[in-house]
């Protein structure tokens, strides 16, 4: 069963940058891909970024491409989510997510961490 934990969620003003952190407790042969989704209150979850094994990266909505950058420490097995210039509309709750495939559809992922909040105030 891999455990995932999220860290670096908080309070910041808009404009300023945060860094996500998500630790597996493994990274199993049937897991090529940790991702990162976020879901604001009332709002369907969606996906922020996804990096496979070999480091490639897949930014799943345009809005995010250009602000947030995901990345790994694979030894380490950690994933980083770098958020730069951040909006009030940026405020949700952050989830990171390990699959099979990196996609933007939730149910691909197996594995869940129970997330990191993150709040843009303007």
């Known amino acids: 069963q891999v455990q995932l934990v999220e860290s670096g969620g908080g309070s910041v003003q808009a404009g300023e940058s945060l860094i996500l952190s998500c630790v597996a407790s493994e990274y199993p042969s049937n897991i090529n891909c940790m991702a990162w989704f976020r879901q604001a209150p009332g709002k369907e979850r969606e996906g922020v970024a996804g990096?496979?094994?070999?480091?490639?990266?897949?930014y799943f909505t345009d809005s995010m491409k250009g602000r947030f950058a995901i990345s790994q420490d694979s030894a380490q097995n950690t994933v980083y989510l770098r958020m730069d210039s951040l909006k009030p509309d940026d405020t949700a709750m952050y989830y990171c997510?390990?699959?099979?495939?990196?996609?933007?559809?939730?149910?691909?992922?197996?594995?869940w961490g129970p997330g990191t909040q993150v709040t843009v105030s303007s």
């Open positions: 990096i496979n094994r070999g480091g490639k990266s897949t």
């Open positions: 997510a390990a699959g099979y495939f990196c996609s933007r559809s939730g149910p691909n992922y197996s594995y």
